[in-house]
């Protein structure tokens, strides 16, 4: 199975500021890597797919970057609003895996 | 509007089975392969089955096989789950999900397996 590791697991930033979360694959998966972002009562939403595109009504300060194993999704000027979860997900291969998320409080 | 909106949830015990269902709009359900994900209270996602669009392919995680049964019916839009030999480490919210690069989540819903 190919694992899925985000190192960060916690960040906190201030709006304005611009953070970046990384998401390592075990192995090789090309540009099958997606983003997801889930807030407290709400449905997860897919943020990015293939790497670095970006889902329709995703924000354009949301931009995703990598191929292969190291990819990362860097969120700029950041709004109030972009506190929450974030996930990757290899959809390279069954099973299907994610990272451990990352949660990201607003200052 | 997408919709995807899961039921058949409840505290069922171990050993015993359940079955989910997900009631889907707003899109051409037989278009499209579905998933069941689900989250423990507490972990991250885990991935449970796929099944494609015709039912052709269907795949499960190795934590499942051979217990849960992934299923769909294109003239109800509805996409199912049938869960026997419940365990209780399948304490989960159970979550629907459209195509494996997952473009639309349910709200989800959970199943508790304890005595």
């Known amino acids: 199975d190919v694992q899925m590791t985000q190192s960060l697991s916690y960040l906190a930033a201030s709006p304005g500021e611009s953070v970046s979360i990384s998401c390592k694959a075990s192995k090789s998966i090309s540009n099958y890597l997606a983003w997801y972002q889930q807030k407290p009562g709400e449905a997860y939403k897919l943020l990015i797919y293939?790497?670095?595109t970006l889902q329709s009504g995703t924000p354009s300060r949301f931009s995703g970057s990598g191929s292969g194993t190291d990819f990362t999704l860097t969120i700029r000027s950041l709004e109030p609003e972009d506190f929450g979860l974030y996930y990757c997900q290899q959809y390279y291969e069954k099973p299907l895996t994610f990272g451990s998320g990352t949660k990201l409080e607003i200052k | 509007e997408v919709q995807l909106v899961e039921s058949g949830g409840g505290l069922v015990q171990p050993g015993r089975s359940l079955k989910l269902s997900c009631l889907a709009s707003?899109?051409?359900?037989?278009?499209?392969?579905m998933n069941w994900i689900r989250q423990a209270p507490g972990k991250g996602l885990e991935w449970v089955a796929s099944i494609s669009s015709s039912s052709s392919y269907i795949y499960y995680a190795d934590t499942v096989k051979g217990r849960f049964t992934i299923s769909r019916d294109n003239a109800k839009n509805t996409l199912y789950l049938q869960m026997t030999s419940l365990r209780s480490e399948d304490t989960a919210l159970y979550y629907c999900a459209r195509r494996m690069m997952v473009d639309y989540w349910g709200q989800g819903v959970m199943v508790t397996v304890s005595s």
């Open positions: 707003g899109f051409t359900f037989s278009n499209y392969g």
């Open positions: 293939s790497g670095s």
